[in-house]
């Protein structure tokens, strides 16, 4: 499996698990199903960019401080999306954000990517 | 008459011992090293332009001579980057015969270690020996003499396993005997049986018993182990002295049944993961896993921590 494969489908899953925990939220459970859609797309957005960077650079420390940069950034673009009530929750959508970016990146660069294959004779 | 002085004596002896050159394409440089059979000498190849290491016997001997053949013959055919190699074979105007080789620079083994060098740089240094010695065992030569003096670290980091001189090659098909019966392939000096070879505390026992027909692969595991031990010092993690203590082990059939499994295991080691060597219980399975995958632990534990102090402080 390629490294960009890996991100995205760790990206996707820590994103739905992440947007599940709205429902710890009261107020935020009628809207679950939507949290955890956007949520998994940013996952996966997230999942795109990791693996790109980590198509390019191997290395386990860059790749995490890539991934939580790449997961801060784009949950603030979601914390700052405008809301009905007109609130934004930029520590409690960013903090998490962040640190699921930084997990991305760790899979990603743990992950070896495909074994070449050996030439014959 | 004039009476010499030790010095002058010292002199005298070194020169005398100096191998005469005329007649061949190489120019002496300097003694590198000596041995219980002959000295080593750095000379310039002067049809090349290089400098390489010349092997020569310290005095005419046939037995000596047919075993400095005998090692040039085994290290001809170990082409390996962790053995040195073979450049050439002749014999001086003096009736002596020698062998050129790559002059290895750098330091003895025993010399690295007596620097400080983390744990994983040492056993890194370990697999590449055992690398060249499992290709060795490959191509069906023991080497019979494995010690810290024995092996080369070079300035890039590059390790060669030296002296075949005590080497034995193991039974081997003949070439082109179609799946016939395997045919013992006798080299010149080939060393007979009950002489003991090797170098006390790097021997395995049945090696040291003199019984050159009993001793096979595992002789050579025996031996890296006691490198293995030597090389990580006193206090290593307990995985790592089991490793060297099933290599060491008394009987044969109790050992790593050859130099890759012991090397696989060293491998595993370093991995973090479970070495066969060392069977180990749940806690200790579950602290070794937790220390293998920390940074990914202390991830999660990060966010389940932030989750947590979110929905306390804040609610949502």
């Known amino acids: ?22 429902w710890f939220t009261p107020e935020a459970r009628p809207q679950i199903v939507g949290i955890v859609i956007g949520s998994m797309i940013k996952g996966l957005i997230a999942g795109v960019l990791i693996g790109w960077f980590a198509k390019k650079v191997n290395s386990l420390p860059a790749g995490i401080a890539f991934g939580l940069g790449i997961g801060l950034l784009l949950a603030f673009a979601v914390a700052a999306m405008p809301q009905p009530s007109g609130k ?6 960013m ?23 050996k030439a014959g004779i | 008459m004039t009476r010499l002085d030790d010095a002058t004596l010292v002199r005298l ?40 290491g010349l092997k020569i016997l310290d005095l005419e001997d046939a037995e000596a001579e047919a075993r400095l053949r005998r090692e040039a013959t085994i290290l001809a055919r170990l082409e390996h980057p962790g053995i040195v190699p073979l450049h050439d074979v002749g014999r001086l105007i003096d009736g002596r015969a020698f062998y050129t080789m790559k002059l290895v620079q750098g330091e ?38 494995l010690k810290p003096q024995n092996v080369m670290i070079g300035p890039f980091g590059e390790v060669l396993v030296l002296d075949w001189g005590l080497a034995k090659v193991l039974d081997e098909p003949r070439p082109g005997a179609n799946g016939g019966a395997a045919t013992r392939l006798r080299l010149p000096g080939d060393t007979g049986e009950g002489t003991v070879l090797g170098t006390p505390g790097f021997m395995a ?23 293995l031990q030597w090389l990580v010092g006193e206090g290593p993690p307990a995985a790592l002295r089991a490793i060297a203590r099933k290599a060491m082990e008394q009987l044969p059939g109790d050992r790593y049944p050859s130099v890759a499994a012991q090397a696989a295991d060293v491998e595993r080691f370093l991995d973090g993961a479970a ?29 389940l921590v932030g989750r947590g102090m979110i929905l306390l402080f804040t609610g949502h």
């Open chain 2, 275 to 303: 070495v066969s060597a060392y069977p180990e219980g749940l806690l200790r399975r579950a602290a070794r896993v937790a220390a293998r995958h920390r940074v990914a632990l202390g991830l999660v534990a990060a966010y």
């Open chain 2, 205 to 227: 026992p049945e090696q040291q018993a003199g019984g050159s027909a009993g001793v096979d692969a595992r002789a050579d595991v025996f031996s890296l182990g006691a490198l």
């Open chain 2, 108 to 145: 003895r083994l025993d010399q690295y270690a007596g620097r400080q060098h983390p744990l994983p740089e040492r056993l890194r240094v370990f697999l590449r020996i055992a690398e060249a010695v499992a290709f060795a065992h490959a191509r069906g030569v023991l080497h019979r003499d």
């Open chain 2, 13 to 52: 002896r070194d020169a005398l011992r100096e191998p005469d050159l005329s007649g061949t394409r190489y120019r002496l440089l300097g003694p590198v090293g000596s041995g219980g059979m002959g000295t080593v000498y750095a000379v310039e190849d002067t049809e090349l332009g290089r400098r390489v």
């Open chain 1, 95 to 117: 903090l998490p954000g962040a640190i699921v970016g930084a997990i991305v990146g760790y899979a990603t660069q743990k992950h070896r990517g495909p074994v070449p294959a």
């Open chain 1, 88 to 93: 934004h929750y930029y520590f409690e959508i």
């Open chain 1, 1 to 22: 499996m390629s490294r960009v494969a890996v991100a995205l489908l760790v990206g996707g899953t820590l994103g739905i698990l992440d947007g599940m925990t709205a």
